[in-house]
């Protein structure tokens, strides 16, 4: 089922073979045209004269612990948007449609229209839902992948490993489901049911919960089938030696992650009574983030740049959000110089 969305000239594709994809045991490498010391000593234990594991076995093995999912199952790029881009490389022809369902995150649009491919629009629901019944007139022969959300950047909300399930049985192309901000959420990932579902491709990252997107590491859980194809695909090095070492050191304290997480949520839900207690509407948020809808949203977005050197995001052409504005959830001193400068904002005094 998978081969048959498949590029054609993907599916004959010969991989680039890198030296470190034919050996990468003990022994002395003069292979690779390295140079055999390193001018830049950092204090890590990472050699960084050397070419990284171009298949991340170790950041492998541990995300398998972590995750209870088999690591053969598991992709590791330089971030969650690497694998955005290359699923298009893979499974889309010029003129082939991929769905989003707006509002959403950005990337699935600039990736695909990268790709000349065109982007069919299902708008979610007023409650920011997936429209179950417009979304079959949105899916065509052409149709390669269906992009998922969830917890939705930006509005905030989850949507149901339900209508994931139902999304996966009605599409037999790919569902890419983006869980970049899963910690922060109530709900479990889906990524167990990845190995289980032919079509799902489960995307996260150690941008957001963890608090690492220096170093730029994200992650798929999908079918032994996409992950060749993605390793078909993929630059031979895409994760570099330090960021593979620094998200296993990660992996070693996942405590420290809950711990950063749960500080998030419990500020995040500070900030939401603060900012309806001032009148605003605050949506719901499973995210790191709060969507906030206001008639004053321009006014505050520009008065905060101008004013207080305070940058946060607006949606002017997002349809559903145009009037709406989104904030990151920051540390406590942060959150309450950003709620101090909106009310001076909003009410001229603090
Ligand atoms: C929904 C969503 N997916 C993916 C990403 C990108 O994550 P990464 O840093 O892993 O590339 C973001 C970043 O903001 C995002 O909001």
Known sequence: MIKKLVRKNIEKLKPYSCARMEYSGEGLFMDANENPLQSVKIGLKVGLNR??????????????NYLRVPAKNIFVSSGSDEIIDLLMRIFLNENDEIVIFEPTYGMYRASAEAANAKVKVCLLNADF??????????ISKKTKMIFICRPNNPTGNLISEDDVISVCKM??????????????SS?????????????????????????????????????????NYLNKVKLPYNVSAVSQYIATLALKEPNQMIKL??????????????LEKMGFKVFPSEANFLLIKSEYSDKIFEK??????????????????????????????????????????VYGTN
């Open 51 to 64: 070419y990284p594991d171009p298949y991340a076995m170790d950041l492998r093995k541990s995300l398998s």
């Open 129 to 138: 839902q997936i429209d179950f019944r417009a979304l079959p007139r949105y």
């Open 171 to 184: 599409f037999d192309g790919i569902v890419v489901v983006d869980e970049a901000y899963i910690e922060f």
């Open 187 to 227: 709900a479990k990932s889906v990524s167990r049911l990845s190995p289980l579902i032919q079509n799902l491709v489960v995307l996260r990252t150690f941008s957001k919960a963890w608090g690492l997107a220096g170093i730029r590491v994200g992650y798929a859980i999908t079918s032994a089938e996409i992950i």
């Open 261 to 274: 997480r749960d500080k998030i949520v419990s500020e995040r839900e500070k900030l939401k009574n603060i």
């Open 304 to 345: 905060l740049i101008e004013e207080y050197r305070i940058i946060i995001r607006r949606f002017k052409n997002k349809p559903l959000v145009e009037d709406c504005f989104r904030i990151s959830i920051g540390t406590p001193q942060q959150n309450s110089l950003l709620l101090k400068s909106i009310k001076k904002i």
